[in-house]
């Protein structure tokens, strides 16, 4: 049987975006600002530092890694530069009483 | 022209595999296949025998004795061996024939098909592979904590046999976020999936559906308020979700569900799940086992409710897929690898891949629903909302 592609990329692909702490390349989607597909390869996922720290979490299941925050944080960043696209074409959330002139100081700071 | 928009979209239903997974299928609770009586397990598409000999190994071979077809379900375990009811030809757990009482010799060709097994924790596992190879080494099933373990319950444990459904249904339920709530009840508000290698996760936080009365709702007790799930396949069939109910009084119960499967042929199976729970201070096992009964029951609902859906159902390979459902091509990627040959297992299929749901949007129309149906059922009842 033939593997077939999720029919959501079609109108909409995979990016790749690399992790600013390790340097792994990563393949990523993002649907919305809060819903984001990974696809690693073993490279990726030989360089990445949080797995190579992390240990098992108590109970059956604990042996899986739950995903690495560095990476989460360099495709969040990716997609509020531009880099990566976000299906979902409602703007980020920010703070209402947030002024938009003050963005640029702000959003580093 | 007709825009894309205007094309009736098509369902390609595909046939089923002709071949069955590779991995380790639990077949059971070992209570209730090592009585010293032959068993019979319709699966693979072929009839086996359980059976386990006087030295307590459990065995599995298939049924059909090689001499003359007689079925050795039907026979008697005598010693290790299972003895055919037609002329008590006495066989191994090995495979081979050991014995026919009335011959000088056993013929040189006297080996059956037998499979390798495995007991842990309670429960009886089966190896299948097409290719007729000894287990891998990365199908590794985790150890219950729970197990044999005074502080908790007993295993509780359900079987139904699904007919006219491949187990590729049961499977996809692992991505398919929504239908928890519309077919268990259950209001997920985090849900992620991660596949690597021969492991398919789930984690999931979840709320109790207000509109639908849970068991553990009822009388004077503490509410249930939800649950946090981590739940996780290794390999094709065999899957543990590590659960912990939440109550008003802000008392937990950490919970273990198994949910398993096996093919009786491409287009039945036997679902199997279990559940356990870690019985809470100043319970005795008949009450926490009374517990874990009455939650295992409401699941029953649910499987139920999931099988009626497949009952009824086409298998479609070409789902049409919105933003918010969850990763069910990738999915059934990485379920491909248990039906090739392992030579033939792709890195794509066992490559990490992680797929968290934005719940915002399906947790907004849900709340909305739960809230027009107690109103609804208010007015019916007449009470004020
Ligand atoms: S058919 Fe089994 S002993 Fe003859
Ligand atoms: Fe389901």
Redesign the pocket.
């Known amino acids: 049987m033939a593997v077939r592609p999720d029919v959501r990329l079609d109108d909409a692909p995979m990016q790749p975006v690399s992790c600013g702490t390790c340097g792994a390349v990563v393949e990523a989607r993002k649907s919305s600002w809060d819903q984001t597909s990974i696809q690693w390869n073993d490279d990726a996922l030989a360089a990445c530092m949080e797995r190579r720290a992390s240990s098992p979490r108590p109970g059956p299941n604990g042996a899986t890694f739950t995903g690495c925050a560095a990476l989460r944080d360099a495709i969040r960043e990716a997609a509020v530069r531009g880099l990566l696209d976000v299906v979902d074409d409602e703007p980020l959330k920010t703070n209402p009483d947030h002024h938009p002139d003050q963005y640029d100081t702000e959003v580093h700071a | 022209m007709t825009a894309v928009g205007d094309e009736v979209r098509h369902i390609e239903s595909g046939p089923p595999p002709t071949r069955f997974a590779r991995g380790w299928h639990c077949l059971g609770l070992v209570r209730d296949f090592d009585d010293g009586k032959p068993h019979q397990v319709n699966a693979f598409g072929q009839k086996l025998v359980v059976f386990a000999g006087e030295d307590g190994a459990i065995n599995v071979l298939d049924a059909y004795?090689r001499?003359?077809?007689?079925d050795l379900s039907q026979g008697e375990v005598k010693g290790n061996e299972i003895a055919?009811p037609?002329?008590?030809?006495r066989w191994g757990g090995d495979g081979r024939c050991k014995q026919i009482p009335y011959a000088r010799r056993v013929p040189l060709r006297a080996r059956t098909a037998a499979w390798p097994t495995m007991t842990q924790d309670g429960m009886l596992f089966v190896w299948n592979d097409p290719e007729g190879n000894p287990p891998t080494e990365d199908a590794v099933i985790p150890r219950i904590e729970g197990y044999d373990n005074p502080e908790w319950t007993d295993w509780v444990w359900y079987t139904t046999r699904i007919e006219g459904s491949n187990c590729r249904e049961i499977v996809d339920n692992v991505v398919d976020m929504a239908h928890f709530f519309y077919v268990h009840f259950t209001f997920p508000t985090y849900f992620k999936n991660i596949f690597e290698g021969t492991v398919a996760t789930q984690l999931m936080t979840g709320q109790g559906r207000e509109d639908v009365a849970r068991p553990q709702n009822s009388g004077n007790g503490p509410k249930s308020t939800g649950t946090t799930s981590t739940a996780a396949y290794y390999g094709p069939s065999f899957m543990i979700d590590d659960v912990t109910y939440h109550y008003s009084d802000g008392n937990d119960m950490p919970t273990t569900l198994i949910n398993c499967h096996y093919p009786i042929d491409a287009n039945s199976f036997v679902l199997q799940y279990g559940i356990m729970t870690k019985k809470p201070a100043g319970v005795d096992d008949e009450a926490a086992t009374a517990t874990a009964r009455k939650l295992g029951d409401f699941i029953r609902i649910g499987f139920e409710q999931d099988v009626q859906i497949w009952r009824n159902k086409a298998r479609i390979e070409n789902p049409l897929l919105c933003e918010e459902d969850g990763p069910v091509y990738q999915l059934r990627r990485w379920y491909e690898q248990f039906y090739v040959d392992v030579a033939d297992v792709k890195p794509e299929m066992t490559d990490r891949f992680e797929f968290e749901i934005d719940t915002t949007k399906p947790n907004e129309a849900w709340r909305h629903e739960v809230e027009q149906n107690i109103a609804k059922r208010a007015a019916a009842s007449g009470q004020p909302v």
Not at chain 2, 67 to 70: D, L, N, Q, V
């Open positions: 004795c001499h003359m077809g007689g055919c037609f002329h008590d030809w």
